[in-house]
């Protein structure tokens, strides 16, 4: 049998008119057949042309209905494939979000407002809002060093 992908497996043989399965590649006459497995459940019928409905010639114009039958299901399985890796890139950056945050160092509420005010993307305020959002972190930063130190 011919692997396809990991849940797809196909092969082509021929039917003798009394049911008779040989291989595809024997020189006796007989009409082409599939047979494929998708995910536990066999599959099998007559390749035909999906335009014409005319039965393949020979081996070669077989197998290239063969890849018409299937072709479908690769997408589908590829498809199923890359949302599970969307998914696990998706967890993993999660995971790396979490791992990053968790060794990141912390910053004492004592020195927030030093931060706060060499922070490159904080509000244009004039001295004097500075000056009396300093005097409210004070206040603040005595509060919670007297209720929760």
């Not at 092969?11 to 006796?28: C, F, H, M, N």
């Amino acid at each position: 049998m011919k692997h396809i992908t990991r849940s797809i497996v196909g092969a082509i043989y021929k039917r003798l008119p009394g049911g008779e399965e040989i291989p595809a590649t024997s020189k006796q006459p007989g009409v082409f057949w599939c047979r494929y497995t998708v995910q536990g459940k066999r599959m099998r019928h007559r390749l035909t042309d999906p335009g014409t409905g005319a039965p393949p010639a020979n081996l070669r114009e077989a197998e290239k209905m063969l890849q018409a039958v299937v072709s479908p299901l690769l997408a589908r399985d590829e498809n199923a494939r890359l949302c599970a890796m969307a998914g696990a890139v998706a967890r993993s950056e999660d995971v790396l979000a979490a791992a990053v945050e968790a060794v990141r160092p912390r910053l004492a509420i004592a020195n927030a407002w030093q931060a706060f005010e060499k922070a490159p993307n904080r509000p244009d305020s004039g001295p004097q809002t500075l000056s009396m959002y300093g005097f409210c972190w004070a206040k603040f930063t005595a509060w919670v060093a007297e209720a929760a130190p």
